[in-house]
């Protein structure tokens, strides 16, 4: 079953445009069309937006790596700090989040976004993630 189908995007990413697109190496590769709902300067993306692609590129990764190993949590952000590299053109742009600390209970991750070029990121994040226990179903 793909990231995909076990683990939906959240409504606000939806309300983005925000999409999976792809796997690469088991971890999900999200992406946004660009459009009204993401745009801030004419023909440039709201930085409102560009974050919300790197945050929940962040989570996909945990999720799915968390799942991978047979761990559930409740994801909490402790902080999330977002870089702006370079304005975000009217272009598809696409995100892909790295684990590079998972504890027991919290996780550090970074996440790059990218439009044509993956070697020249537009942002990219840290985020620090509390991963607390499961909430009741």
Known sequence: MSPAEHHPLPAYARSLGIRYDREEDGIPVLAVDFGASVEGRPQHYHGGATSGLLENAGYAALRVTLEGI???????????????????????????????????????????????????????????????????K
């Open 70 to 136: 047979g761990r559930e949590h409740q994801l909490k952000p402790i902080n999330i700090t977002v870089q702006f590299l370079s304005a975000g053109k009217s272009k598809p742009m696409y995100a892909k989040g790295r684990i590079t600390k998972l504890g027991r209970r919290n996780a550090n991750l970074v996440v790059e976004a990218w439009q044509d070029d993956r070697e020249r990121p537009v942002a990219t994040a840290v985020m620090n993630i509390l991963m607390g226990a499961p909430a009741e």
